[in-house]
């Protein structure tokens, strides 16, 4: 139910006027990327499309240009019910909220126009408001909204809730259904199901789609330039080139190319692991500096401590696997005294752990090596995506070497990459798979830590 359009308080400043929307938008908020302007444009009109999709790289502005429609659409109508729906609440509020949130708080214009709630925002001049909405067909029941906007289609894991969107809008005869995307890798999925439709040029559906040529090189940087509307912003090509070395292949084609792949599974090219083998150096001798990553379990996965030296250098300090006895537990006596040995042994800088199951024994380590022990969830895509990826880049540059321990290899070779919107993190093929990949995790999050420590910069030391 939409709010009585009128001031709702003396203290509320009156929305400024403009000729159109676009124009509007520009005097609130800034000036627009010329993409975003031609889009708002179609997107604002009076007579628009229903149905609208648009592609296009990450960090050219997508999620602002979705976050000025929807203003356009709240402030410059009366009662106007937009609604956005996401993969997840939990990525709609850090992400297109967010995106709200941050032109509302720096316009002079806006601030002290708007109410701002934890899931809505509203508009009490206009009586209009956005909402957020989970996702699920539920969602879409006893609305009937003028916009509604999907931020990041791909990650969509069907089409029940756009289906449900799209009749909840029909009653109205300028309502709006727009899907702003990243490409992805599920070719069956919704998302790939509407760029689709793009290609195949159906009346039915509005389009826009930045992506560079899927035959071109990977450095062709007419190609970048194709794939991404921003590429003449300062700074750009230079962003683009740190991530096209950085990056694995799959993921700078999606996020930086615009491009479709076939796959989310391949994380290390074959052959890749094996070339940075490094044989006859295998375990550092005693008192080398180095960190640890410790990736336990209760029973059905394995338990795994890894090494990680000055020169990154990856060794196993121990795993310990299920043997496929039924009833088998980790031994967690053996995994203590070799945690102890380890730090006996080397000049252990710091050790990072994966918390679950083994809560009570790192607060103990924690106790034994103050300041020497942290905890690593990695379940935490913020924290495990970056992490994942500067492995993987390390790998292909050849910038970390391992003690060709077998059972690292496999775990290594076990583990396929998952997408999220915070970058590709490695996970098992599914959680129930007999495939370990506890050495791998412990590894990455090992070089990790190495990595980040050994890039602190020392205090200086003053002498008064």
């Given at each position: 139910?939409?709010?009585?359009?009128?001031?709702?308080?003396?203290?509320?400043?009156p929305?400024?006027?403009?000729?159109?929307?676009?124009?509007?938008?520009?005097?609130?908020?800034?000036?627009?990327?010329?993409?975003?302007?031609?889009?708002?444009?179609?997107?604002?009109a009076?007579?628009?499309?229903?149905?609208?999709?648009?592609?296009?790289?990450?960090?050219?502005?997508?999620?602002?240009?979705?976050?000025?429609?929807?203003?356009?659409?709240?402030?410059r109508?009366?009662?106007?019910?937009?609604?956005?729906?996401?993969?997840?609440?939990?990525?709609?509020?850090?992400?297109?909220?967010?995106?709200?949130?941050?032109?509302?708080?720096?316009?002079?214009?806006l601030?002290?126009?708007?109410?701002?709630?934890?899931?809505?925002?509203?508009?009490?001049?206009?009586?209009?408001?956005?909402?957020?909405?989970?996702?699920?067909?539920?969602?879409?029941?006893?609305?009937?909204?003028?916009?509604?906007?999907?931020?990041?289609?791909?990650?969509?894991?069907?089409?029940?809730?756009?289906?449900?969107?799209?009749?909840?809008?029909?009653?109205?005869?300028?309502?709006?259904?727009?899907?702003?995307?990243?490409?992805?890798?599920?070719?069956g999925?919704?998302?790939?199901?509407?760029?689709?439709?793009?290609?195949?040029?159906?009346?039915?559906?509005?389009?826009?789609?930045?992506?560079?040529?899927?035959a071109?090189?990977?450095?062709?940087?007419?190609?970048?330039?194709?794939?991404?509307?921003?590429?003449?912003?300062?700074?750009?090509?230079?962003?683009?080139?740190?991530?096209?070395?950085?990056?694995?292949?799959?993921?700078?084609?999606?996020?930086?190319?615009?491009?479709?792949?076939?796959?989310?599974?391949?994380?290390?090219?074959?052959?890749?692991?094996a070339?940075?083998?490094?044989?006859?150096?295998?375990?550092?001798?005693?008192?080398?500096?180095?960190?640890?990553?410790?990736?336990?379990?209760?029973?059905?996965?394995?338990t795994?401590?890894?090494?990680?030296?000055?020169?990154?250098?990856?060794?196993?300090?121990?795993?310990?696997?299920?043997?496929?006895?039924?009833?088998?537990?980790?031994?967690?006596?053996?995994?203590?005294?070799?945690?102890?040995?380890?730090?006996?042994?080397?000049?252990?800088?710091?050790?990072?752990?994966?918390?679950?199951?083994?809560?009570?024994?790192?607060?103990?380590?924690?106790?034994?090596?103050?300041?020497?022990?942290?905890?690593?969830?990695?379940?935490s895509?913020?924290?495990?995506?970056?992490?994942?990826?500067?492995?993987?880049?390390?790998?292909?540059?050849?910038?970390l070497?391992?003690?060709?321990?077998?059972?690292?290899?496999?775990?290594?070779?076990?583990?396929?990459?998952?997408?999220?919107?915070?970058?590709?993190?490695?996970?098992?093929?599914?959680?129930?798979?007999?495939?370990?990949?506890?050495?791998?995790?412990?590894?990455?999050?090992?070089?990790?830590?190495?990595?980040?420590?050994?890039?602190?910069?020392r205090?200086?030391?003053?002498?008064?």
């Amino acid at each position: 139910m939409a709010l009585k359009a009128g001031a709702k308080s003396q203290n509320l400043r009156p929305l400024p006027d403009a000729a159109t929307d676009v124009e509007w938008l520009e005097l609130v908020a800034g000036e627009m990327y010329p993409w975003q302007r031609t889009e708002a444009e179609i997107l604002t009109a009076e007579k628009r499309p229903r149905v609208a999709y648009v592609q296009v790289a990450r960090k050219n502005g997508k999620t602002r240009l979705a976050a000025l429609v929807a203003l356009a659409e709240a402030c410059r109508k009366e009662r106007r019910h937009v609604y956005a729906v996401s993969d997840s609440e939990r990525n709609l509020n850090s992400t297109f909220t967010r995106e709200l949130r941050d032109i509302i708080g720096a316009s002079e214009y806006l601030r002290d126009s708007i109410h701002i709630f934890k899931s809505h925002f509203e508009v009490p001049e206009t009586g209009s408001f956005i909402e957020m909405r989970p996702n699920n067909f539920r969602a879409s029941q006893g609305i009937n909204p003028h916009l509604v906007i999907f931020d990041e289609v791909h990650l969509q894991k069907g089409p029940e809730t756009w289906a449900g969107m799209q009749m909840a809008g029909a009653a109205r005869s300028d309502a709006l259904l727009l899907g702003i995307t990243t490409p992805g890798y599920d070719l069956g999925g919704l998302a790939h199901d509407l760029y689709e439709m793009a290609r195949a040029g159906d009346p039915s559906l509005y389009a826009r789609i930045f992506e560079a040529d899927p035959a071109a090189d990977l450095d062709d940087r007419e190609a970048w330039r194709r794939a991404n509307p921003c590429f003449d912003r300062p700074g750009f090509v230079e962003a683009l080139e740190f991530d096209r070395g950085f990056l694995p292949e799959h993921e700078f084609r999606r996020f930086r190319l615009g491009q479709w792949t076939a796959t989310d599974q391949a994380w290390l090219p074959y052959g890749a692991w094996a070339a940075c083998g490094a044989p006859g150096a295998s375990v550092p001798p005693p008192g080398t500096r180095i960190w640890l990553g410790f990736d336990g379990s209760y029973s059905g996965d394995s338990t795994a401590l890894v090494g990680v030296t000055d020169e990154m250098h990856v060794f196993v300090v121990g795993c310990w696997e299920n043997p496929g006895r039924a009833g088998w537990r980790v031994p967690r006596g053996q995994v203590l005294e070799k945690v102890a040995e380890a730090f006996a042994t080397w000049q252990v800088v710091e050790m990072l752990c994966d918390p679950p199951y083994w809560e009570s024994q790192i607060a103990e380590w924690a106790a034994a090596w103050p300041d020497r022990v942290s905890t690593f969830p990695t379940y935490s895509r913020a924290r495990m995506a970056p992490a994942c990826t500067a492995f993987y880049a390390a790998v292909m540059e050849g910038a970390l070497s391992h003690d060709g321990d077998p059972r690292l290899a496999r775990h290594v070779s076990n583990a396929v990459v998952k997408s999220s919107p915070l970058g590709d993190y490695i996970t098992k093929a599914d959680k129930d798979s007999p495939a370990k990949i506890d050495l791998a995790v412990a590894a990455v999050i090992a070089h990790h830590v190495a990595a980040t420590t050994r890039r602190r910069p020392r205090a200086k030391v003053f002498v008064v």
